[in-house]
C-alpha cells in the first residue's frame, strides 16, 4: 500500500488563504482587490496571499506576486513584511529544486530581527520541516515540525488558519515517524492530526490521515474500514483525485486478502475516474498497471490493454522511467498471452530501456522480473538469468528482500528450463526461505500488536486502581476536615474508616501484585513460544518445500533421501507442539511447577533425538554421557524446556565437524546437567547478559542460523524456578559449557 503526505509541497498548501477578514477568497476576487485604493499593509497581505495559492498551480505567478510583496516590504523596511515574503520567495526555490538555496533564504529571514514574530517562525519552521522531509532526513524534519506544533500550543487564541496548520504539522510528524521506522510513534502522532482535524472540522486532511493510518493497520479489516471513512468525506468535497487513488488503494488491500470481487469493484472505479478527469498521476499509473495484471489474471484481456495503454500514455506525458516501464513491460507479458510474440518482444525491449533510464530502484527491479519472465516463455532462459541476477543484487543495495525473493523464484523456472536443476533447486529453496522469513516477520509485528494491546489494558486498569485509590484519599481528607468540628463524637466512626482505608490500600496492593505476576507471565509464554516452535516449525517447512520440488521434478532417487527426515522432523515438531501446548496450558493461571521424579537419562536420550537431524546436516557428533541411575526432582517441562534451548543453541554456533557433550553427576544433595560445545563460546558481557536476566543479543550462528537471544536467559530462570541454579563457563580455545544444578530425587 502507498503512503501519502498531507500536503508538503508549499506552505501555501497548508492553509486555505483567506481575506483580510477571515473567509476564503478566489484568485479572481484577490487580484480584482489590488485594483483597489489600499493602504500598504493590505496590498502586502493579498499579494502575499496570491503569491501562496499560485505557488501550488503556477509557480511563475506566484514568484510574481511574492516579488510584489517583497517590494512593498522593502519600502515599509517592516522587518515582519521581509521575513515573511523572503520565506515566501524561498519557497518558490523549494518548487524549483534549489532546497540548499531556500534553507539559506529561511535562515536569513529569521535573523532579520532578534525575536521574529510567531507567525514568522511558524512559516519558516514549516518550510524547513518540508525541506528535510524532501531530502530524507527525518530527525531534522520531526524537530521543526514540533517546533512549529508548540508554537500553535503557546498561543492563548491562535487563528483557524494556525490551528489547521499546528493539525498539519501533526500529520507531518506522523509521516516523518514512519519515516523514520517508529511505526507506534507515527500512528500516535496521525491519531493526535486527526482529533484536531475534527474539533476544528478541517475536511480537507481528514482523507490524507485516515489513508495513512489504513496503511498503517496489521488487522486489512481496520485499513479497509479507515479507506471507506476517507472515501466518503473525499465524495463529499468532489477531490476526485485523490479519490481515486483511495479507491485503487482499498482494491489493493482485498487483492491481499484474496477477495477478487471487491478488489475488481474497487480498481473499475479507479479507473473510471482517471478516464473520466484526465488525471496525469504517477501513483495512478502504477495503480491502472496493477488493474491490468488484475484484468489479465481474470482474462479481460481487451479491458486489460486499454487500461495498460492509458497507463503507458500516463507515464510517457509525465516523462517518468518507473510508471513507463512497468505498463511496458506488463504490455509485453499481454501480448505474449495473445500469441503476439513479436509485439510482445518489442514492449519487452522498450521496457528493460525505460527501467535503464531511470526508474526508481523498486520499479527498475518490478519492471525487469516481467522482462524476465517473458524471455523465458520467449525461449531466452539465459537473458533472463542475467536480468534476475541483476534484480537480485539491486534489492539487496536497497534492502527489499521479497524482491530478491521473486527474482530467485523465477530464476528457479529459468534455471529449469535450461536443465541445470542444481541452481534450479537453490534459487527454488532461496525464494522459499525468503518467503518464511517474511512471513515471520508479519507474524511477530502481529504478535507484538496483541502485545501492546495487553500491555495498554494493563495500563489502563492501574490507572483505574489508581483512580480509585486517588478517590479514596480525597474522601478520607473530607471526613477528616468535617470530623475536626465534631471530633470526640466521632472518634469511633474515623477509625471504622481508617480500618477501611487500610483494607482498601491492601485489596489495590494485592491487585497490583497479581498483575506484575500475570504481566511477568505473560512475557514468558510469549518468548517460550516465538523461541521453540519457530525454529522447529521452519525446520519442517524447509522439508516439506524440498519434497515438493523433487515430486515436482521427478527426483524420485533424491525423495528417498529426504523421506526419513520428514517422517522425523515431522514427529519432532509434533512432539514439541504437545510439550509447549501442555505447558501454556498451566500459564492460564500463572506458572506452576509440578516437580516429580525426572529420569535425566531418557530425558537427555530423548532431546538429542530430537536435534539428530540438525546435527548431522552439519557433521556435529552428539556425545550423551548422562548416567542411567540419575533422577532430579523437578518439572519435567522444565527440564525438557532447558535441554532444548541448551542443545538447540549449541548446535547452532558449533561449526560442521564439532562436539556436542550431555553429561551429568550427582553433588551432595544436587544433580549437575551439563552441556559442553567446542563452539564459537561467548563473551563476557554476553554472559552476564544471561546471568542478569536479560535476553542476550541476537547473533548469527555458524551456518548463518538466527536466534532471538531468549534461550538462555529462559533456562536460568527455569532452573532457579526448581530451586536450582544455571551458570555458564567459558572454555580455553573456544567452546561453552552450560550446567544446571537441580535438587536430588528424595
Known sequence: MKQTYWLLISLSTLLMP??????PASLDSLEQLLKDDLSQDERFTINLQLANQYLKINPESGFTFAEAAMAIAEATQDKERLALAQICLADYECMNGGFEPAKTMVHQALSLDPNPSGKVRLEAYNLLGNIFFYQSQPDSARYYYTLMEAIVSGMEAPSPDYRKKATAALFNLGSTF????????????????????????????????LENLANMQIDQEEGISYLLEAIAIDEALGNNNHLAGLYENLGTIYGNMGDTLQEGRYREQSWQLVRTHQFVNRDLAIGLSDYGVYLIEVSRLETAREVLDYALDMGKKMQDPSSTSYALSILGLLSLKQGANE???GYLSEAEAQARAGADPGYFIYSLINVADGYIQLGQPQRAIGLLLECQRTADQIGLPHLRGDAAKLLSKAYQELGDHVNALVAYQESTAIADSLSKAENRAAIQEIRTRYETEQTEAENEF???????????????????????????????????VLQGRRQIAAQNLKLAELNQTKDQLFAIIAHDLRGEASAFQ????????????????????????????????????DNLLQWALTQLEGVRLKPTSVHLQQEAAHTLQLFESHAELKDIQLIDEVPPNLNAFADQNSVQLILR??????????PPSGRIRVSGKQDGQQVVLSVEDTGQGMSANQIAAVMEGRSVESREGTSGERGT??????????AERNQGAFTIEPQPGGGTLCLVRLPVTG
Do not use: W
Not at 190 to 199: C, M, S, V, W
Open 178 to 209: 514512519r519515516q523514520l521506522g517508529q511505526p507506534d510513534s507515527a500512528i500516535l502522532n496521525y491519531n493526535q492530526a486527526l482529533e484536531a482535524a475534527k474539533r476544528i472540522d478541517f475536511k480537507e486532511i481528514l482523507p490524507y490521515i
Open 709 to 718: 537471544g531468549l534461550g538462555l536467559p529462559l533456562c536460568k530462570a527455569f
Open 542 to 577: 524447509q522439508l516439506a518445500q524440498i519434497v515438493g520440488f523433487h515430486l515436482k521434478n521427478r527426483n524420485l532417487d533424491r525423495l528417498e533421501q529426504v523421506f526419513g527426515q520428514v517422517n522425523k522432523s515431522a514427529a519432532n515438531l509434533n512432539t514439541l507442539l
Open 466 to 500: 489508581l483512580r480509585l485509590e486517588n478517590q479514596q484519599t480525597i474522601k478520607q481528607r473530607n471526613r477528616i476536615l468535617a470530623a475536626v468540628a465534631i471530633l470526640l463524637l466521632l472518634l469511633s466512626v474515623l477509625g471504622v474508616l481508617y480500618h477501611k
Open 645 to 654: 534451548n541448551l542443545i538447540s543453541n549449541a548446535i547452532k554456533f558449533t
Open 18 to 23: 483567506a481575506l483580510l477578514s477571515g473567509q
Open 343 to 345: 509485439q510482445g518482444m
